[in-house]
């Protein structure tokens, strides 16, 4: 599958709006939305509206700090495109991603008396590397009512590897955002901590304004999620919004503590350290793709850069504690 990727902007940047940091590098892509095959169907063709389902990753995703092997549908709305990882008992943390909080709905009945949309899912890859998918396959929107000709395909990609995040939008209809949302906008959120007994959070963010080009802005309760905190419109088919985690401990660990020099850097660069400890480093372009990987022992590495193109890389150094990750630039 062909892929065109731009980097829009670096989360590093600091910028008035934010509390603090958001947890992700932002990377917008573009692809061939390619719908899921040899899935398993949650809905079963079975109608459906606000759907509640509870779903094995496949594997355990590290995020924020916490690993999870479950997810389920819920969160602030409900409204069926928003996941919570959570772990054993529904006990906390828990945290919600959504990358559509729309009200969908089953729309239609076919020929055969079946739904004829679809929720599906499927992990693929060997361990170590394999990716969960989930697919929302040509869904309506509960809001624009019967006959419901409104209709949208969406993914969402979880990353063993890296534990990166993707969400894919698809082929749609033209859509009537004026009738299908309840906000402003689109709503594409990132809750921590996220409490089902109060829907509150301790923290979140969402993307706005321009779907190719959005902005982070935060989510500190839920009076903000009904303002401007939100997309334009519905990302166009082929839209890729690639998360990579900056930091996956949420408490500082000094024992990580990693710098790069020089920077801006030609020729080589050295990672310092505060400690001789062995971590596990790994080097990624801007798509995501590992392209230098190995084991450092000391305070001190120094990197050939002689095979590296010039351009934006991502270091991500592993301790048994905490990812921490530095960018830096060849040129």
């Not at 509870?54 to 969160?75: A, H, K, P, Q, R």
């Not at 033209?174 to 959120?189: E, K, Q």
């Not at 690639?242 to 050295?270: C, H, K, M, W």
Request: aromatic share 16%; net charge negative.
């Amino acid at each position: 599958m062909k892929k065109i990727y731009s980097l829009i902007f670096a989360l590093f940047l600091s910028i008035g709006v934010f509390a603090q940091d958001p947890y992700f590098e932002l990377f917008v892509l573009s692809s061939d939305y390619v719908p899921l095959a040899n899935s398993t169907s949650l809905t079963q063709g079975i109608p459906y509206d606000d759907p509640e389902y509870e779903v094995n990753i496949g594997f355990e995703f590290d995020y924020l700090g916490n690993t999870f092997s479950n997810i389920i549908f819920g969160g602030y709305d409900g409204y069926g495109c928003e996941l919570l990882f959570y772990s054993d008992g529904f006990t906390p943390p828990m945290h919600q991603i959504s990358p559509y909080m729309m009200d969908i709905i089953d729309g239609q009945l076919d020929n055969n008396g079946k739904a004829d949309t679809d929720i599906r899912y499927i992990t693929e890859g060997e361990p170590g590397s394999r990716i969960f998918k989930m697919e929302w396959s040509n869904v309506a929107f509960y809001n624009e009512g019967s006959p419901y000709a409104m209709r949208m395909n969406l993914q969402v990609w979880l990353y063993e590897q890296d534990n990166a995040i993707e969400f894919y939008y698809g082929p749609r209809t033209t859509l009537d955002h004026s009738i299908i949302t309840d906000y402003a906008g689109v709503p594409v959120t990132f809750m921590r901590n996220f409490s089902l007994d109060s829907y509150t959070w301790e923290d979140g963010f969402a993307l706005s304004g321009d779907p190719t080009n959005p902005t982070w802005m935060t989510l500190n309760d839920a009076a903000a999620v009904g303002t401007n905190q939100h997309l334009n419109e519905t990302p166009s088919n082929g839209t890729v919004y690639r998360f990579f985690p900056l930091l996956v401990g949420v408490e500082e660990d000094t024992d990580n503590t990693v710098s790069i020099y020089p920077n801006p850097a030609s020729d080589f660069i050295q990672i310092n350290r505060q400690t001789d400890e062995q971590v596990k480093a790994t080097i990624y372009n801007t798509v995501g793709q590992i392209v230098w990987s190995n084991t450092l022992i000391g305070s001190s590495y120094k990197i050939d850069l002689n095979e590296f193109s010039t351009g934006a890389y991502i270091l991500q150094v592993e301790n048994k504690n905490s990812i921490v990750t530095e960018r830096f630039i060849v040129r």
